[in-house]
């Protein structure tokens, strides 16, 4: 591994780091959307009057909308969002004019779509005391939040943090009745430590419903839920007891395949492409017909945990969709460096660019002895070498990239 080039560390990036320890340790970043928080934010619009409402989480890179009503996308990057006010102080935070408010008034969000003008935010606060997100009140028009609503958007907030709070025990997904991501993780690796122990085959394939965005703008929710519902019907009934079946979020979902090696795995994958493409969705006008992009992967008895399985079957769903979709993908090695004692983390990251003349903030999701994953906005315009600089950590290596999806990098070190 490359030597880790020490930098100045500030006061600032250790308290992050907590923070972000404690983002993670809840695990809900990128799971699906939640009836629960929907409701919450439901009632933010119809009790405060206002256009938007938003139950976010705040990683290193972005604030991501576990519910937003009222407002397209899922994400914003932290550094042009409201939000990262609240970070900063710690505190409730309320705009009664954003165009005459000096740290806001030049945001895009202000300047152009939505066009905010009035905003009220309150942190998501854990026992221990960390801000992990923001519950939060976004109207297109002028007004003030009177002590009442701002009493109402707290009370919201409380709720929102009961219900994240719940989802620590959580093991089935309310929507599909599949695995939650954090129940599918923790039972997936009991079979890793079987397969490690017994050196016997096993699996994993992600797949994601193709353009489910234009699902849900055609049908609106109730139409993706009936698709999401059937589709974990469907692939159920195809798989074998002993297999394991998560939504890991949104529209993707992972099967886990025990005494299965890759030629299988794929055979599997290849079964449910064209069993999802005769999928009938009744009382829909016009009818939903749907597809799938699959993304296979095998074990590594010596260096995969569940993470690094799933940022395999990841890297190849991503060539399956950029390659045309409605089709599968098998993980190459070639070229790639093995990692060794891959550790799961949530740091803050910079990838510093040219010469050290820009940055791009990212969140370090995993690191060992030779490489990182990293994740992004989005990785276009990434060129295939740069630093990547962990503050926190006192740290960077000089990096060359060796995996990528739309979201996700996976780097080596010099």
């Known amino acids: 591994m490359g030597a880790a080039v020490p930098v100045p560390v500030h006061a600032e990036a250790a308290d992050d780091l907590d923070r972000l320890a404690a983002v993670e340790r809840y695990d809900l970043l990128d799971t699906p959307r939640e009836e629960a928080f929907d409701r919450i934010t439901r009632l933010i619009r119809l009790t405060l009057g206002v256009e938007v409402g938003i139950v976010s989480l705040i990683d290193a890179h972005r604030q991501w909308y576990k519910s937003v009503d009222g407002l397209d996308g899922r994400e914003a990057p932290l550094d042009v969002t409201f939000c990262r006010h609240v970070l900063i102080d710690g505190q409730p935070i309320t705009v009664s004019d954003a165009t005459t408010d000096p740290r806001f008034q030049n945001s895009p969000f202000v300047t152009g779509d939505p066009h905010v003008r009035s905003y009220a935010s309150v942190p998501l606060r854990t026992g221990d005391g960390h801000t992990i997100g923001t519950v939060c009140a976004i109207g297109s028009s002028a007004r003030d939040f009177s002590p009442r609503e701002q009493a109402i958007l707290a009370e919201l907030a409380a709720i929102a943090m009961d219900e994240i709070e719940l989802r620590q025990i959580a093991t089935v997904d309310s929507l599909t009745g599949t695995l939650t991501r954090r129940a599918f993780k923790e039972d997936a690796q009991k079979f890793i430590a079987l397969a490690r122990r017994h050196r016997s085959p096993l699996s994993c394939v992600t797949f994601d419903i193709d353009h489910f965005k234009a699902v849900n703008d055609t049908y609106g929710h109730p139409g993706g839920d009936q698709v999401l519902i059937g589709v974990a019907r469907a692939v159920t009934e195809q798989l074998r007891q002993s297999d394991l079946l998560g939504r890991l979020g949104g529209e993707e979902f992972a099967v886990l395949l025990p005494l299965t090696d890759r030629l299988h795995a794929l055979e599997v994958a290849e079964k449910l492409r064209l069993h999802l493409r005769?999928?009938?969705?009744?009382?829909?006008?016009?009818?939903?017909?749907?597809?799938?992009?699959?993304?296979?992967?095998t074990f590594d008895h010596d260096s995969d945990d569940i993470d690094g399985l799933l940022a395999k079957t990841d890297e190849a769903?991503?060539?399956?969709?950029?390659?045309?979709?409605?089709?599968?993908?098998?993980?190459?090695?070639?070229?790639?460096?093995?990692?060794?004692?891959?550790?799961?983390?949530?740091?803050?990251?910079?990838?510093?660019?040219?010469?050290?003349?820009?940055?791009?903030?990212?969140?370090?999701?995993?690191?060992?002895?030779?490489?990182?994953?990293?994740?992004?906005?989005?990785?276009?315009?990434?060129?295939?070498?740069?630093?990547?600089?962990?503050?926190?950590?006192?740290?960077?290596?000089?990096?060359?990239?060796?995996?990528?999806?739309?979201?996700?990098?996976?780097?080596?070190?010099?």
């Open 278 to 297: 005769t999928l009938k969705f009744p009382g829909s006008h016009p009818p939903i017909a749907i597809t799938a992009s699959f993304g296979v992967a």
């Open 317 to 414: 769903l991503y060539d399956a969709k950029r390659t045309g979709r409605n089709k599968c993908a098998v993980w190459q090695a070639a070229g790639a460096v093995v990692p060794f004692e891959r550790r799961r983390v949530l740091k803050a990251g910079k990838i510093v660019l040219g010469q050290r003349t820009s940055t791009i903030d990212c969140s370090v999701r995993a690191i060992w002895d030779t490489g990182a994953e990293l994740t992004v906005s989005t990785t276009m315009g990434i060129p295939p070498s740069f630093t990547l600089r962990i503050p926190s950590d006192s740290a960077e290596w000089s990096c060359k990239v060796s995996g990528r999806t739309e979201q996700r990098l996976t780097v080596e070190f010099d």
